[in-house]
Structure formats: C-alpha cells, structure tokens
C-alpha cells in the first residue's frame, strides 16, 4: 500500500540541534568524568578552548557563563597561580539562587519549600549527632550565643539563625544533604526576615527561638540523634503553622 507524503511522516518528528555552546559543556562534563579535569583546575584559555573544540570563542563564552551561573568555575584576570578560568565547587551558592527564582515565579510553592526543609534537617540534625566536631559544636555555640543576646537587631539575630541551621548542615558529614540543607535555608532567609520583622513581639518570638535553638544543640552535643531530628523539625513546623501541614 503507498502512503502519501504526509502520512509517511505521521510520528515523526525534526530531530532538535543543540547550540553549539551546549556541545561545548559536554565536551568539558566529559573531562571531568574522565578524571582529566578536577576541583582546582584551570580550563583552557578560551581561544584555545575554542580552537581546541572548533567553535567560535563566543560559543566558549556561553558555556563559561553557564558554568559559573552553576557554581561550577571562578574567573580571575592576571597572571598569578589563581589568575583564569578554575574548576570549582559551590553547589549551594547556585542551588540557593535556583531554588530562589523558581519561588519568586512560582513553580516552586513556600509550602513545598518548607516540606522539603523540614525533611533534609530531620536528616542533617540526625547525621551531626553523629558525626559533628568540637569544631563544628563550636560554630554551632557562636551562632546560638548571638541569637542569645538581647542586644542583636532583626537582622543580626536572622543572620545568626542563618548560620546556625547551616552549620548543622554542615556538620552532617553527607556533602548533599549538606548542599541541599544550605540552599533551603538560604532560600527562605528573606522569608524568615520578614516574617521576624512583622512581629510585634518580636523579643518573645527571638527568646523562644532561642531556645529551641538551645535544645537542639544539646541534643547534638549529647549525640542524640533521633531527638536533635523531631526538635528540628517541631522547630520549622512551629514558625510556619501555615506552610508545614502535609497536604490532605
């Protein structure tokens, strides 16, 4: 039976072509799973990147933009030893500025940020139980003596709260969970602040925080792992009541 010409081409569709700077970023991700590109690194200078991969140098550009919107390379001019394009590794940095825009536009709902905040730090309090340092329940100890102070602005007592759920992270000893951690939390910081800043009890508000704060540091400290996780998460459940509830 003979099929005419457009019913030959029912299912089919054009094949997509991909720009030549993605090309280019496959060319570098292919070096960096071989093992001849790691963390500290410089890449090629881009005419010879360019001259390398026979592509334009705009091309090269392109894909360099893209890495470091990843957090993938820093840039430096000059001639010293960290003059030029280098490998990187801040995961968290990019991550939190994804996660952030994703928010501002909507595909990405507070209420699902909160869920998903609350079930990596049951995690990484759980692990820093385990796992954390007298370095790291120092950092914890310095975050939660500045929240402590009656004398710290909004802002400083945020930042503060910033730093300690990411210390938590940190010291969970899982360098995911860890990234993950630090995105979230960076992500909603301007929520906490402006959520901190519309109380008109504040001073109640920080010196119950606080304690909770408090409470969770014993808990890793005395590596209690099981509690430090359910005091975590009762902490983010009780500052967003309306964001945390499982969806019915």
């Known amino acids: ?52 991969l026979g592509v334009s140098r705009v091309a090269v550009r392109e894909a360099i933009r893209v890495l470091q919107a990843m957090g993938l390379i820093t840039q430096a001019t000059g001639s010293g030893r960290d003059a030029g394009t280098i490998l990187t590794s801040a995961p968290a940095e990019a991550l939190t500025r994804l996660i952030r825009l994703h928010v501002l536009v909507a595909s990405v709902n507070s209420k699902d940020l909160v869920r998903a905040r609350i079930t990596l730090e049951r995690e990484s309090a759980a692990l820093a139980a385990t796992h954390a340092t007298e370095e790291d329940l120092r950092q914890l100890a310095e975050s939660l003596a500045a929240m402590e102070d009656p004398a710290s602005t909004v802002e400083q007592f945020n930042d503060a709260d910033t730093a300690f759920h990411v210390a938590i992270a940190r010291a969970s000893g899982n360098t995911l969970v860890a990234e993950l951690t630090t995105a979230l939390r960076n992500a909603m910081r301007s929520t906490l602040l402006s959520r901190l800043q519309a109380r008109s009890d504040y001073a109640g508000v920080a010196a119950q925080l606080s304690g909770e704060h408090r409470k969770i540091y014993d808990a890793i400290a005395a590596r209690d792992g099981g509690r430090a996780a359910d005091l975590v998460a009762a902490h983010i459940e009780g500052f967003y009541p309306d964001l945390s509830s499982e969806p019915s």
């Open 1 to 52: 039976m003979t099929t005419g010409p457009d019913e030959s081409r029912e299912g089919w569709a054009p094949v997509s072509r991909p720009r030549t700077y993605e090309l280019v970023l496959d060319r570098i991700e292919e070096q960096i799973a071989s093992g001849r590109l790691g963390v500290g690194d410089r890449l090629p200078a881009e005419r010879e990147l360019a001259a390398a």
